[in-house]
């Protein structure tokens, strides 16, 4: 007998439709599953077993063969465990109401026991489902509150596979999840600006970079505090939306790093891999294309403490996601785009030893092993990064004076204002932020008074600016102006936006020429 269950493929961030076909004929018993499945799909057939057994139900001493159908793309995971399982007791009439196992979709891995385990990527795949006219799905419970943030689509939350036969059968209904509400939560941070002592102007840029989503790099003498800054800005970004909640939900999912209790992800993410890193690790990839450190830190933070201790190679593949807020994997069997519209906090210290420029401690380094270990970040990426901020000793009156620090509450206030800002002006452009605007948006929306414009004249020639650097330039001089509530870039908008483009020429400048 032949039974018809529906499940569901992920490739990349889309999902596509997979009818699971299960034949059961009489002959010498076996079992085969066809339509590209991977390892974990064609090790299902001993889960199946073990599961129907320990459940209570039969599995048949009969010839059965599974098929993935569209048989053309790849099947991989463990997610269809549950849907080969019913279509199995389906074909052999175990399941009485096969009309209602053919109305849901089934998404969930099987224990040996009968329990069904969570699986990655189900968010996205519900959302396919939907979009394709599913309106009842299975799955397991650990994802049902994932599942359930899809309004239209009732979720039933399966603990067990002989739960599951129970609810086909009439016998005992399956727990209906409610669709959930996402509402921010007020989320609490370990760090906070006001516990920075000194350092001043590092906020400032840190407020800067984050009110327009632009990327940082902090150089400064070990102790400065680079980390220290670099790990409270998440206490100042944004609040998230929910269309930037779900996409950044979505990434998670796929990648496994979605907590089961979480529905959707309610703060932006910080990402801070160490730097003995891979470039697969950073970019994304592996055999299914997996989503990396760039993916996950979306519509948040990737910070790379010690940024020239990473691979050349990881660091050079940064620059193309950080242009254009994607990243395209391509493998020999699969090909997928994810989004990587991350904020890059880099932090390092000027010379191996840490004290070039030091007022405290002399430096040790010789003029080649300075040149060696600055020269590992390339002109092009550092072109990339818009805020280059200097970072020197806390003096004793600020490490040791009681006078507390504004606090982030009240930057994020500021950050939050300047967000709106940019949100309202970009409505029509379908971005969110000063960081994204293309060079024609930025020739069009950064409006420069004759003072700025001459100003800016000047520093273009002086710098010895490139292309993309003027701007980045622009782009921050209107983040500068937004926090101030200007419409116009005015000369010290500008005159703040170039200071942070000089530290490239003090520190390579001779390097490279």
């Known amino acids: 007998m032949l039974s018809k269950i529906k499940s569901y493929g992920l490739m990349g961030m889309e999902g596509f439709p ?8 009489n002959g010498l018993p076996s079992y085969d599953t066809v339509g590209l499945p991977d390892v974990a799909v064609r090790e299902s057939r001993e889960r199946v077993r073990a599961a129907i057994r320990n459940s209570g139900l039969e599995f048949p001493a009969k010839r059965v063969t599974v098929n993935l159908a ?9 997610m269809y465990d549950l849907p080969i399982a019913i279509g199995l007791l389906a074909a052999t009439e175990q ?17 040996l026991d009968g329990t069904v385990r969570g699986v990655s990527g189900v968010l996205p795949m519900v959302i396919g489902a939907y979009a394709q006219g599913v309106r009842k799905v299975v799955v397991p419970l650990e994802n049902a509150k994932e599942a359930s943030l899809i309004a239209g689509v009732r979720v039933y939350a399966a603990e067990t596979l002989k739960r599951v036969v129970d609810f086909l059968n009439g016998a005992e209904p399956l727990p209906v999840v409610p669709t959930c509400k996402w509402d921010r939560t007020k989320v609490s941070y370990p760090m906070d600006f006001a516990d920075i002592k000194g350092q001043q102007g590092a906020k400032r840029a840190a407020e800067i970079a984050v009110a327009g989503g632009h990327n940082l790099l902090l150089v ?10 670099a790990r409270s800005i998440p206490s100042i970004l944004p609040e998230l939306t929910f269309e930037e909640a779900l996409e950044i939900t979505k990434i998670h999912s796929i990648a496994g790093t979605l907590a089961g209790s979480e529905g959707m992800v309610s703060e932006r993410p910080f990402r801070a891999p160490h730097h003995s890193a891979s470039t697969a690790s950073l970019i994304g990839g592996g055999q299914r294309a997996m989503p990396g450190e760039i993916s996950l830190a979306h519509y948040g933070v990737l910070f790379l403490d010690e940024f020239p201790e990473f691979r050349k190679d990881a660091l050079e593949a940064l620059r193309q996601p950080m242009e254009d807020g994607s990243v395209t994997i391509a493998r020999a069997a699969v090909r997928s785009t994810y989004p990587a519209d991350f904020m890059l906090v880099a932090a390092m210290n000027p010379c191996p ?3 070039y420029g030091s007022r405290t401690a002399p430096c040790r380094c010789t003029q080649q092993q300075i040149a060696r270990y600055l020269g590992r970040i390339s002109g092009p990426l550092l072109d990339r990064i818009d805020l280059h901020v200097e970072m020197s000793e806390v003096g004793y009156d600020d490490i040791a004076s009681r006078q507390a620090g504004e606090p982030s509450e009240t930057v994020r206030a500021r950050v939050n ?10 409505r029509e452009e ?4 000063n960081a994204q605007l293309t060079s024609r948006m930025a020739m069009q929306y950064c409006t420069l ?17 490139s292309a993309r650097a003027y701007t980045r330039v622009l782009k921050v001089a209107r983040t500068i102006a937004d926090l101030e509530g200007s419409r116009i870039i005015c000369a010290h908008h500008v005159g703040e936006a170039v200071q942070y483009r000089s530290l490239e020429s003090k520190y390579w400048g001779e390097i490279r020429r």
Request: charged share 25%; net charge neutral.
């Open 18 to 25: 997979v009818m699971v076909e299960v034949y059961v004929s």
């Open 70 to 78: 569209p048989a053309d793309l790849r099947k991989e995971g463990s």
């Open 95 to 111: 399941i009485q109401n096969d009309a209602l196992a053919q109305e849901c979709l089934f998404l969930g891995e099987l224990a």
């Open 220 to 229: 400064g003498t070990p102790g400065s505090g680079k980390t220290m800054l």
């Open 353 to 355: 030893c840490g004290n």
């Open 417 to 426: 204002a300047a967000r709106q800002i940019q949100a309202e002006r970009y």
């Open 430 to 433: 379908g971005i969110l932020f």
């Open 449 to 465: 008074d004759a003072r700025a414009e001459a100003l800016l004249r000047k520093a273009f020639a002086t710098l010895k600016l």
